[in-house]
């Protein structure tokens, strides 16, 4: 995906996310060689497969799966459907992903994946030949110890749970219980665990209220804008409703709504349930585009694509901060003009990790073949990521930069003391 940000720029979202990791290394004075290492995947798998149609006919396809880095623990991060995907979709995407394990100290490392098709075009029986058949293609490249993929964008725990039989069915019989933890959000009944699904928006919830204790602010009084209302956006709209923020404006790939007075974030995601999407949500007004990022509200959190807030709509925002719940929503020279004006933006790497702590829960609990409570999965994961928090706000204090560049030096701090320990081999 090419972003034209002005008229003299053209970035790549991989470029994007690089110039980004530079940025902070260079702050942070990050020793050249990993430096070197960390520009770049370790590896990058591209794969084409051939899927039957529900009409008899045979579709190529084409799937990724890139593996970024591996120093902290397995490879691990989503796998997305989606038109757009392409390599450097998901180069930049397996990159973010490093950052975060190594921000929230899991013992992962960064992957990620994808298929470049819309799923909302194919049934079921077709979805399910899709993922078997990538995941028969990928063979060996995943694995519980090696790789670990998760849902993202227009996957689910369904895709999750074909991928883990596809992958048990491929192992041999003796071992074939041993290999849950090949995926994570799987269902529950499948070896997921309790508080996967919303991890990532219980995640936001955590990362806004660790912002509202350091600016005193009360996360009750605030108004809120959502982009996209899949799992992550329905997610913070319910979970910032039940702790009192209003839900002002959403917008997703159908159009957007409005209720100045605040919509129900419940009977929303019932409406997306059964229409597909929130416009006509009897509950709110449709409005445009321009509406919805013109919102009169405190706080915009975009829950949908990369890129989405640019240099065209930065200025019509009226949010005080922007919760990256999305990977890269906020490309560099629209956060550069948002933080000059006062804004805040809390970063996708820690705003964004529930999903990926939790994915580490499921994994131990595959390990361990012991279900942890809803209470323990939330009380842990609101501890990690209030640790990430502090810190990333220590290390802002620290080296007087951004939100976004103090979250890299976390992480990338982390993995720089733990390749001076074991060496770069041979
Ligand atoms: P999802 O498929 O469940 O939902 C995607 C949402 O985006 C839908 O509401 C869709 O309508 C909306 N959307 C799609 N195209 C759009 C467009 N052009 N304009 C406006 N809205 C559009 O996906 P998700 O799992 O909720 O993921 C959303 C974002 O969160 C992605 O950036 C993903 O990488 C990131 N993320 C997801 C997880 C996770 O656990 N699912 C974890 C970390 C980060």
Same mark, same amino acid.
């Given at each position: 995906m090419t972003l034209v940000d002005s008229p003299e720029k053209q970035v790549s979202l991989h470029e994007q996310a690089v110039r980004q990791f530079h940025e902070a290394a260079e702050i942070m004075d990050l020793n050249p060689d990993y430096r070197?290492?960390?520009? /770049?995947?370790?590896n990058e798998v591209i794969v084409n497969f051939p899927v039957r149609m529900d009409t008899g006919e045979y579709r190529s396809f084409r799937g990724y799966r890139i593996q970024h880095n591996n120093l902290l623990g397995p490879y691990k991060g989503g796998i997305r459907f989606s038109p757009h995907v392409d390599l450097d979709e998901v180069k930049a995407l397996a990159t973010w992903m490093t950052w975060k394990s190594a921000l929230c100290d899991v013992p992962f490392g960064g992957g990620k994946g994808g298929i470049a098709f819309d799923p909302r075009e194919h049934s079921q029986s077709e979805l399910e030949r899709i993922v078997r058949r990538f995941t028969h293609a990928l063979g060996s490249n995943i694995g519980p110890d090696h790789d670990i993929p998760a849902p993202d964008l227009g996957s689910n725990a369904q895709t999750m749970v074909? &991928? &883990?039989? $596809?992958?048990?069915?491929?192992?041999?019989?003796?071992n074939r219980q041993s290999v849950k933890g090949v995926v994570t959000g799987k269902p529950i009944e499948?070896?997921?665990?309790?508080?996967?699904?919303?991890? $990532?928006?219980?995640?936001?919830?955590?990362?806004?209220? /660790?912002?509202?204790? =350091? $600016?005193? $602010?009360d996360f009750s009084g605030l108004r809120v804008a959502i982009q996209g209302y899949?799992?992550?956006?329905?997610? @913070?709209?319910?979970l910032f409703e039940v702790y009192g923020a209003t839900i002002v404006s959403v917008a997703d790939h159908t159009g957007a709504v409005i209720a100045p007075d605040g919509l129900s974030a419940f009977e929303l995601a019932d409406h997306v349930a059964e229409t597909g999407g929130v416009v006509d949500f009897a509950g709110a007004t449709n409005c445009s585009a321009d509406d919805f990022w013109s919102a009169d509200v405190d706080v915009l959190v975009p829950g949908a694509l990369e890129n989405q807030i640019t240099l065209a709509n930065v200025d019509q925002i009226q949010a005080r901060v922007i919760v990256e719940a999305a990977n890269g929503p906020t490309t560099p020279a629209a956060e550069e003009q948002f933080l000059a004006g006062g804004g =805040?933006?809390?970063?996708?790497?820690? @705003?964004?990790? !529930? !999903? @990926? @702590?939790?994915?580490?829960?499921?994994?131990?609990?595959?390990?361990?073949a012991q279900p942890w409570t809803l209470d323990v999965v939330d009380n842990k994961l609101r501890d990690v990521l209030l640790g990430a928090a502090d810190r990333t706000v220590v290390a802002k204090g620290n080296h007087g930069c951004s939100r976004r560049n103090a979250a890299y030096i976390?992480?990338?701090?982390?993995?720089?003391?733990?390749y001076d320990q074991r060496g770069i081999f041979p």
């Open positions: 070197a290492i960390l520009a /770049h995947p370790k074909w &991928m &883990m039989d $596809t992958y048990a069915n491929s192992t041999a019989a003796a499948s070896g997921g665990s309790l508080g996967r699904e919303k991890a $990532t928006g219980q995640g936001v919830l955590f990362s806004l209220q /660790h912002w509202c204790d =350091e $600016t005193n $602010t899949g799992n992550v956006g329905s997610n @913070v709209g319910r =805040e933006v809390l970063p996708d790497i820690l @705003v964004n990790a !529930g !999903g @990926v @702590v939790v994915s580490y829960f499921e994994w131990l609990q595959n390990k361990s976390v992480a990338l701090e982390k993995l720089e003391r733990v």
